[in-house]
C-alpha cells in the first residue's frame, strides 16, 4: 500500500480554523502546496485545498500505534476530506463536474448498491434522510462508528464498480480511483483502530485573482443554494434547503474574501529544523532511504529560500506601486469605500474616477479595470480596459446605463515613475 505512493514531499499548511477537537489531537484541515513559485500554481493548490492528498500521505504511512504522528505534531489528527466537485474529486462517481454531485447516475448507483448489500434500514438509522444520498454521509463528523463501517461496505462497492466500468470502457479515471481507495482504506483504518474519522464536505467555491468566495449553500449538508453565483449580495430571508429540509440565510452562507495567502505553514509553526526532520521522517514513510531523504528535503528547502526570497522583493514593489497610487494618484480625492471587505478598499464618485484617469495618463500609467459598485448589489459592472481613453469611453458607457454610483479603478503606474517618486517626509 506504502510503496504505490511515490515519495514526494508536500508543505503542510494547518488552517486557521480547526474543524474540531478529538481526544487524540487536535484535528485541523490540511492542505498539499506545490513546490512551485508560480502563482498560478499557488492559486490552483488553495482550489484544490482540500484533495486530502498529504492527509492521506501521513495516515497511510503511519502504523495505527503511532498516534497519527501526534507526538511530533499535535495540530495533525485524523482527517479525511471529502471534496466530490469542481476541480478535483475525491470519488469517482462524481467525476469533475460540480452538477454531478447532484448526478442522477451518483444517486442510482448508491441507491442500487444500498439495496444489493442490504444497507437501507442500517444506514437510516445512522445517518440523517436526505433528498439525494450523497449528502447525508457528511453531515455529522466524526462519521459516527457504526456508520463508518457501512459507509467502508457501500464505498468499497462503489469503487469495485467503478473499476470495472474503467476497465471495460478504457476511459480514464484521471486518478480518481486512487483518491477513493485511499478514502476506503482511510475509512477501513477508523473502523479497524477505532479512531475517529473526521470529515468535511467543501462548500461550493472558487479561488481566483486574489479573492475567496464561497457560493450560498446550505449550512448542513453544503448543497449548493439555488440562487444565481458571483452576485456580491444576497437576499437573508431563509429558505428550505432541498437536499435536507434545514433553513438557512443565503446571503449568511456566502462570503467573498480578499485571500491575503496568509497561511501558516508547517514551517513557520514547526520552525525549520524541526519541519526538516518532519519532512525526511514522511519521506522515509513513504518508502525513501534516509540518504535521498536528506537530500529531497535539503533541494527543496532551497528552492523554498529562493522562492521566498523573490517573493519578498515582487512584495516590496507591488507595495511602492500601491503607496505611489494612494499618496499621488488619489492624492486629496474622496475615497466612499465603507472599507468593510464587501467594497473594494478605494471607491470614487465618477467626477473622482475622471481625475483618476487624468493623473494616471499624466505619469504615463494605464487604466487595467474599471468597476461600478451600487448599493443594491443589482448594478455591479467589472470591466477590463487598456487606456486612459477607452476607460472614459468605458465610465461614459457605465454612465449611460445608469451606473452613477461607485466607482473602483485599477491602474497601472510605470516601475521607473514610481522608483522616482519619493514619499514627502513624515508620511
Ligand atoms: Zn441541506
Not at 87 to 108: D, W
Amino acid at each position: 500500500m506504502i510503496g504505490r505512493i511515490p515519495p514526494r514531499l508536500s508543505i503542510l499548511f494547518p488552517n486557521a480554523e480547526p474543524i474540531r477537537d478529538c481526544a487524540n489531537a487536535r484535528a485541523v484541515d490540511l492542505v498539499s502546496s506545490v513546490t512551485s513559485a508560480s502563482l498560478l500554481s499557488r492559486l490552483h493548490c488553495r482550489a484544490t485545498k482540500t484533495r486530502g492528498m498529504t492527509i492521506r500521505q501521513v495516515v497511510l504511512s503511519c502504523p495505527p500505534s503511532s498516534r497519527l504522528l501526534a507526538d511530533c505534531l499535535p495540530c495533525i489528527g485524523f482527517v479525511a476530506t471529502v471534496r466530490p466537485m469542481e476541480t478535483t474529486a475525491a470519488l469517482p462517481a462524481v467525476s469533475v463536474h460540480f452538477t454531478k454531485r447532484y448526478s442522477k447516475e451518483l444517486q442510482e448507483q448508491l441507491d442500487r448498491l444500498i439495496d444489493r448489500l442490504g444497507l437501507a434500514s442500517k444506514l437510516d438509522s445512522v445517518f440523517p434522510q436526505t433528498g439525494l444520498q450523497w449528502f447525508r454521509f457528511w453531515i455529522q463528523s466524526p462519521i459516527p462508528a457504526e456508520g463508518a463501517a457501512l459507509l467502508h461496505q457501500l464505498l468499497e462497492a462503489v469503487y469495485d464498480e467503478d473499476a470495472q466500468a474503467y476497465q471495460s470502457s478504457g476511459r480514464s479515471d484521471y486518478g480518481q480511483q486512487a483518491d477513493l481507495s485511499a478514502f476506503v482504506q482511510s475509512l477501513g483504518r477508523s473502523v479497524s483502530s477505532n479512531i475517529p474519522l473526521h470529515v468535511n464536505l467543501t462548500a461550493p467555491g472558487h479561488t481566483d485573482f486574489g479573492w475567496y468566495t464561497i457560493f450560498s449553500h446550505c449550512p448542513r449538508c453544503k448543497a449548493a443554494a439555488p440562487v444565481e453565483r458571483w452576485k456580491r449580495k444576497y437576499k437573508d430571508e431563509e429558505i428550505e434547503c432541498a437536499i435536507c429540509g434545514a433553513k438557512y440565510s443565503p446571503a449568511k452562507t456566502h462570503s467573498a474574501k480578499r485571500d491575503n495567502w496568509e497561511l501558516k505553514e508547517l514551517r513557520d509553526v514547526l520552525g525549520q529544523a524541526e519541519f526538516e526532520k518532519f519532512a525526511a521522517r514522511c519521506l522515509v514513510a513513504q518508502g525513501a532511504s534516509e540518504t535521498d531523504a536528506a537530500q529531497i528535503v535539503q533541494k527543496h528547502e532551497e528552492g523554498e529560500r529562493q522562492r521566498r526570497e523573490k517573493w519578498a522583493k515582487q512584495a516590496e514593489a507591488s507595495r511602492r506601486h500601491q503607496r505611489f497610487v494612494e499618496k499621488v494618484i488619489y492624492c486629496g480625492l474622496e475615497n466612499l469605500s465603507p472599507r468593510d471587505d464587501d467594497e473594494p478598499e478605494w471607491l470614487f464618485s465618477p467626477e473622482d474616477t475622471e481625475e483618476i484617469f487624468r493623473r494616471c495618463e499624466a505619469h504615463g500609467g494605464k487604466v487595467l479595470y474599471l468597476s461600478h459598485v451600487s448599493e443594491s448589489g443589482e448594478h455591479d459592472e467589472y470591466l477590463q480596459v487598456s487606456w486612459p481613453t477607452s476607460a472614459k469611453k468605458a465610465l461614459q458607457k457605465l454612465r449611460e446605463k445608469g451606473c452613477n454610483e461607485k466607482f473602483s479603478v485599477t491602474v497601472k503606474i510605470p516601475t521607473e515613475v514610481v522608483d522616482q517618486w519619493e514619499e514627502p517626509r513624515g508620511k
